[in-house]
Each structure stands twice: as structure tokens, then as C-alpha cells.
DNA sequence: TCCATTGACGTTTTT
DNA sequence: CGTCAATGGA
């Protein structure tokens, strides 16, 4: 057979990879190297030469985008329909193994994903059950831990320390959560993966099923697998299943959410006969931009070892402009995106990221003053939208009225008088017989337990949903989703917000109508047996969609360093690059390798750009109210100076950072400092250090010093009797 | 039940 | 400074 349409376009390492005869291959594709390429031609590789069924492939990604990237193009490059393939996402798969083994999962038929919204509102619920402070055990610091425990594969049963007072108590929290989900039939996001797993571990019938039909196993952006997704790897692939991992270690940006870099390393030790290939060839960015990111890497200490080269131009220098404040930095962006505009180049073609959303704004500004089209990543989407999940909430009922988050959501929305003593009522009765809301609902109107009004409502909200399921059991989905928007008169409890925001909301719920509507059953969800009404709630919730879906046009765009990751873009401005905002402050208290991830993201944005990359920072930033003087970022002094040029040349880039100079800021409060930032002192107690930060003015100046023997302080200046040396 | 005022808090995010 | 949620009065 003629295999040449599958490697012409591959380089060297490419076609080792994809021809690899190993028992797994592992392949370290650095930045733009053509990764996803390569997966896909080794797709088409097993197939086509090696003649592996399309039944026993499984390709994993992270996202629905590059599940959906990866189907296409394994299409086009087959050219025959990818239906039979398994693509898709961890959680995607996990779920549809959940439902396909619902029973030996223990799972009810009509179980429900709950997103993370709806579980950190479940978490808020049984805090104040229990009675707890909820300052002192905040919902999110409960969600964080439960979805480590997850992550890590731990049952409340297998987290030890249960004699530590605050673990015992989260422990505690994590039980009565799971109680609920159980009881409601309810999966959150981690759980998916872990009762994925447990399904085979617990089932070795189901998994022996598995391992003999899929023996080649994808799996994408390996560096960003949790211990779970490892562990649910690795027993699926067993002694015989072929893995082919492509990932990159300098890429991993995800460990504060569970990601396990070491991963790659455990992949090579627990498995034989891995081939390892390394992609270093860039095929996007210039070179001066590739030595650049290259220098900045090297700084970490524990990587696989990698170096970025193109036989392409080395291109400009990068630019690197020194703002007076974040309103000068908004600005110059702003100006050099109108001039590359000018230069007839395209919106869509600039990116400007940043560390923290809430920097988004002042460039917003600045681009809708000079009418540029834009587009910002990352805000909340369709399926997350309030008055969509309240629409959704009621569907959600409809299917499971046990679904004790979608009941509480809605109960009273509109107000139907179900109020707080009422709920609390239903709530003691469920607590106590440990029955779900919907059931205590019910057995507190038989057993009378209300005061007579009280009562009357409630009996009319179960009749409400039960004459609703009743009268629509047979209806398309479409007449569903506007039949239980009219009949729980939603709309009218948007009526009293301002008018704008009311019409934006009724205008979702017709378009969340029309995504009813043209909804389609997808083959695999029926062949799980789930209904349209199952199926379409679990896609609301495992692809929220898009973002900011309509605007596709030409638009610059913004976005966290983070969600940049996997695009790229001819310009790109790398924005707020200051020690503190980026590398963040709370990444350079911490301990455990944070520094490094923050050098990573740094190098994952600077690997975004193609042709010109520029990077900035502001000289003094407003933060929280208050002025900050600020440092140039630690990461700027890590690259090579001969590949960057000043944009304003009558101010030097401080390398190494030597300053000493008073900062020229307009604003003028350096007069009232004796001490320059990266000034040299000395304190009474703490000995030598390093002037770093300024917050606040006048007599309530204070002095962030970097001491080298007591580590970083804030000390107010006025009191702190610093002497200059 | 609703609205307005007050208070705490402030990385990164996909599923 | 700006957001979101909780609180308390009408």
C-alpha cells in the first residue's frame, strides 16, 4: 500500500514517531512542532498500514475543541467517516462509560452531571447544615479539597490524618457531599473519573472487555493528566494496550489544578519498551523569539531536555516597552495594534495576553476608544449562563426530580412563597430520614408538617413538575425546553431586574430553545440508552460552549496566558510583566516548584507568537485601590539582552538589574521615599536585603524588602528604621 | 419578599 | 478600585 500521503509532510522525528513499531512511544513536541500532526497521521498510520480496526483506537484529549480538531483531521486525512473512532475528551469517555455500565456503577439511569458551579453551591448548602461557620469553611476551600481527594483517586475512607482537627472536618464535608450526589444521583467533574475507574477495578469483566477492544490508546497533552487519569491510563492499557503519549513537560501549566508533570516520568518507568521522540523543530515562530524562550526554559531545573530551532528568518528583536502605569501600557498596545491595522494586517492576528483577567479591562477600553474590534477569552458561557440553568434546573427535574441541586435552584423562581422557613423545614425532614428534598418535599405535605399556606405551595411545585413531565413526556425536546419555560412562568422573575439585562435573558432562553430544538441524538448516547432530554443536559455540561460563540469575526484577541495555550498568533503583546503580577506573588511565597510553572506559562506565551512579540510592563500599577511600585519581571532578565530592543530608548532594561533609579513615574511620590526600589539595605533585626515594592504614600508608605536571610516583608516604612548600605 | 447598603476579598480553568 | 454575597430594614 502506498503510504506516502501519511509521511511526506512529516520531518525526521515526525515519521520516527508515527512509524515507531515500539510498544509505546513516547513524544516530546515542543511548542508549534506539529504535535497534533502527528497524532493524527499516527492515527491514520495504525489503520491504514498497521490495520487496527477503528474500533480499537481510543484518542484522549483534554478539550472538546481538540477532540473535535483531532476527529476532523484524522478524517481527512482516512477519508472515510472517523464515527467508529473513540475520540474524545477524559471526561467525555468516562461518562459515556458511566452510562453504558450505569448499574455496575451504581449509578441510577437518570444520573446528572453537576458543574462546578452547582457544586460549590451544593457544598454551601451542607456547611450550613451542619451548622459550621461558613467564613471559616468557605464552600470553595471544600470544592478544592474534594476535587484534589478526586483527582488523587481518594475516597474519604482513604485520606489519612484524620486525626488533624481541619482534614477530619473537610473529610467530614467530603462524606455528606458524597451522600447527596449518591442519593440525588449526581456526578461532578472529578467523580466522573474516579467512578470511571473504580468501574474497572471493581469490575474486571468490564475491563477485560475494554482492554481487548481498544489496544491502542492517544493520549494528548500527557503533561496535564492528574493521578486518576494516569491510574484509569494505565489499567486500561494493562500488559498488551499500546500507548502513544504526546506531551511536554515545559508546557505544564495546570499543576496548581492537580496535573501531574511527573507523569512523563512514571510513563517511561512503567512501561517497557517506551520510544522516546523529541520534537524540536518549530515550524511558527521566528528565531529570535525561539533562543529567547529557550533561554527562559533553561532556568528550570527539572525538565526532559529540549531546545526549540527553525530553519526559518531569526526575525526582529523582541520589543519590550517600560509603561510609566497600566494606563500607558494599555495605550502603547493599543496604539501598536492600530499600526499593524494600518499596515493592512489582520485584528484576529494580535493577541494580547495577560496573568489575571481583571487586566483585560483597561485594554478593553482602550481598544473600544479606538474602535478596534475585540474579543475577550474565558467569560462565562452559554451553558453557565444564570437564566439558562435555571431553564436547564427545570429539565433537570423533569428527568430526576431527586436532582437536589437543580431543586433547590429553582424551587422558588420565580417566588412561589417557598421560602427560608419553609425549605428549612423540608430540609430537617430530608436530613433526617435521608431522603432527597424532592422525597422530604413530598412526605412533609402527607405527614402535614407545614403550616396550612405553606403546604398549599408546596404540594403546588410537585404538582407543577409532575404535571409538567406528564403533559411533555412525549414532546420533542424543543417544545420541552419552551413548554417548561412558560409553564414555570421563568421569565417573570427576570422582570424586575434593569431592562437591558431582562431582554438579554428572555433572548438566551429563546436561543437556548432553538439549541433544544437542533439538538440530535448522537448515536453513542442512544446506543447508552439515554434519552434526548439525558443526553442534551449532559452535553450542556460537559461543553458549555463556546464563549463568546457569535463573534468570530476579526477581532483582537484577548486572553489569560493560560487559555492562550495551543493557539497561535502573528503578534502577540505579552502584557503586565512584573515581578509579582507575573511571576505572581502567590506563585513566589509558595513553595514546590510554582516559580518554575510560572517560568513555563511565561514560556507558553511567548511561544504564541509568529512573527513579532512585545512585552511590557508598568513602571507603577494600581492594584487593589491602592499605587504599587513595581519590578520589571525576573523573566524578562532571563532572556538574552542582544534579543531585545527598548522601545523607549531613554529608559534602560535593567539587566542585571541594577537600577537604583529613582523611578521617573509622573505621578511624582518617589520624592518622598528615601529608598529606590532594588536599593540595597539594612534593618536592625532582619539584616541585608533588598528593596522590591512600595505600596501606599506618606506615612503609610510600605516597604516590601527581599531580606536574605528572613526572606520577603512587608514593613511600614515609616517605622521600619531602614538604613541604605 | 425585596431592595439597598455594607463588608470581605482579590491567580490561573476545563471538564 | 470593583465585584459579589450577606445582611437588615421597609
Known amino acids: ?336 495594534i492600530q499600526q499593524w491595522l494600518d499596515q493592512g494586517r489582520r485584528a484576529d492576528g494580535s493577541a494580547i495576553l495577560y496573568r489575571t483577567t481583571a487586566q483585560s479591562r483597561l485594554f478593553e477600553e482602550n481598544l473600544l476608544q479606538a474602535s478596534i474590534p475585540y474579543r475577550v477569552y474565558g467569560g462565562q458561557r452559554f451553558f453557565e449562563r444564570t437564566e439558562v440553568k435555571d431553564a436547564l434546573a427545570y429539565l433537570r427535574l423533569l428527568n430526576n426530580p431527586n436532582d437536589d441541586a437543580a431543586l433547590e435552584r429553582v424551587v422558588n423562581k420565580p417566588a412561589r412563597a417557598i421560602g427560608a422557613k419553609t425549605l428549612a423545614i423540608i430540609r430537617l425532614q430530608a436530613r433526617e430520614s435521608g431522603l432527597t428534598l424532592w422525597q422530604a418535599a413530598g412526605e412533609c405535605v402527607s405527614q402535614e408538617k407545614f403550616a396550612k399556606r405553606a403546604g398549599t405551595v408546596v404540594s403546588a411545585f410537585i404538582q407543577l413538575i409532575d404535571s409538567m413531565r406528564e403533559r411533555m413526556q412525549d414532546w420533542t425536546l424543543g417544545k420541552q425546553m419552551q413548554g417548561v419555560i412558560d409553564d414555570s412562568a421563568l421569565a417573570s422573575h427576570y422582570e424586575k431586574e434593569p431592562r437591558e439585562r431582562m431582554e438579554t435573558r428572555i433572548e438566551n432562553l429563546g436561543e437556548l430553545v432553538n439549541a433544544a430544538d437542533a439538538f440530535i441524538l448522537p448515536v453513542e448516547d442512544a446506543e447508552a440508552g439515554l434519552t434526548e432530554l439525558q443526553s442534551f443536559l449532559s452535553h450542556a455540561a460537559l461543553e458549555a460552549g463556546e464563549t463568546q460563540g457569535e463573534s468570530w469575526e476579526d477581532c483582537v484577541q484577548l486572553m489569560t496566558l493560560h487559555s492562550a495555550k495551543g493557539l497561535e498568533f502573528p503578534l502577540v503583546f505579552m502584557a503586565g510583566m512584573e515581578d509579582g503580577l507575573f511571576p505572581h506573588r502567590r506563585s513566589v511565597d509558595e513553595s514546590g516548584g510554582r516559580l518554575e510553572e510560572e517560568r513555563r506559562l511565561c514560556y507558553v506565551g511567548m511561544t504564541r507568537a509568529r512573527e513579532q512579540l512585545y512585552i511590557s510592563y508598568a513602571e507603577t500599577r494600581r492594584m487593589y485601590g491602592s499605587q504599587n511600585y513595581c519590578r520589571p519581571s525576573r523573566f524578562i532578565d532571563e532572556m538574552p539582552a542582544e534579543l531585545l530592543e527598548e522601545v523607549r530608548p531613554r529608559i534602560a532594561v535593567h539587566r542585571p538589574y541594577v537600577p537604583a533609579r529613582p523611578s521617573t513615574s509622573p505621578v511624582g511620590l518617589s520624592q518622598d521615599l528615601a529608598f529606590s526600589l532594588g536599593q540595597a539595605v539594612l534593618h536592625s533585626k532582619f539584616g541585608e536585603g533588598t528593596v522590591m515594592a512600595f505600596e501606599g504614600a506618606g506615612e503609610h508608605t510600605r516597604v516590601h524588602v527581599n531580606f536574605h536571610d528572613e526572606g520577603a516583608k512587608w514593613l511600614v516604612l515609616a517605622y521600619a528604621n531602614l538604613q541604605a548600605c
Open 1 to 336: 500500500m502506498d503510504v506516502s500521503h501519511l509521511l511526506d509532510e512529516l520531518n525526521e522525528p515526525q515519521r520516527e514517531a508515527v512509524t515507531s513499531s515500539n510498544s509505546h512511544v513516547l513524544v516530546l513536541a515542543g511548542a508549534g512542532s506539529g504535535k497534533t500532526r502527528v497524532l493524527v497521521h499516527r492515527l491514520a498510520w495504525l489503520i491504514q498500514v498497521e490495520h487496527v480496526s477503528p474500533l480499537g483506537v481510543l484518542a484522549v484529549t483534554f478539550t472538546n475543541k481538540a477532540a473535535g480538531e483531532m476527529r476532523e483531521r484524522t478524517g481527512k486525512l482516512l477519508g472515510f467517516s472517523t464515527r467508529p473512532l473513540w475520540v474524545g475528551t477524559f471526561h467525555g469517555i468516562a461518562h459515556r462509560l458511566l452510562r453504558m455500565h450505569c448499574q455496575e456503577a451504581d449509578l441510577p439511569e437518570t444520573f446528572q452531571i453537576l458543574d462546578a458551579e452547582d457544586q460549590q453551591r451544593l457544598l454551601r448548602r451542607i456547611i450550613r447544615d451542619e451548622g459550621m461557620n461558613e467564613a471559616d469553611w468557605p464552600a470553595r476551600q471544600a470544592q478544592w479539597f474534594i476535587n484534589a481527594r478526586k483527582d488523587e483517586g481518594q475516597r474519604p475512607q482513604n485520606i489519612e490524618h484524620l486525626d488533624h482537627p481541619v482534614t477530619s472536618t473537610w473529610v467530614h464535608i467530603y462524606k455528606r457531599y458524597q451522600d447527596h450526589c449518591n442519593r440525588g444521583g449526581l456526578v461532578d467533574f472529578a467523580e466522573l473519573l474516579l467512578r470511571a475507574h473504580e468501574l474497572w477495578l471493581d469490575h474486571p469483566d468490564v475491563l477485560e472487555h475494554y482492554r481487548k477492544r481498544l489496544q491502542h490508546l492517544l493520549i494528548d497533552e500527557f503533561q496535564d493528566t492528574n493521578a486518576i487519569q494516569y491510574a484509569w491510563l494505565r489499567l486500561l492499557a494493562g500488559d498488551s494496550g499500546r500507548m502513544f503519549v504526546v506531551g511536554d513537560d515545559d508546557q505544564s501549566i495546570y499543576g496548581w489544578r492537580g496535573a501531574k508533570v511527573e507523569n512523563i516520568q512514571y510513563f517511561v518507568r512503567d512501561f517497557p519498551d517506551v520510544r522516546t521522540v523529541r520534537l524540536e523543530q518549530n515550524y511558527r515562530s521566528t528565531g529570535n523569539i525561539l533562543d529567547a524562550a529557550n533561554a527562559l526554559i533553561a532556568n528550570n531545573q527539572s525538565r526532559m531536555g529540549k531546545k526549540l530551532w527553525t530553519d526559518g528568518p531569526s526575525g526582529k528583536p523582541i520589543q519590550v516597552y517600560a509603561a510609566f502605569n497600566e494606563q500607558d501600557e494599555a495605550r502603547f498596545v493599543v496604539e501598536r
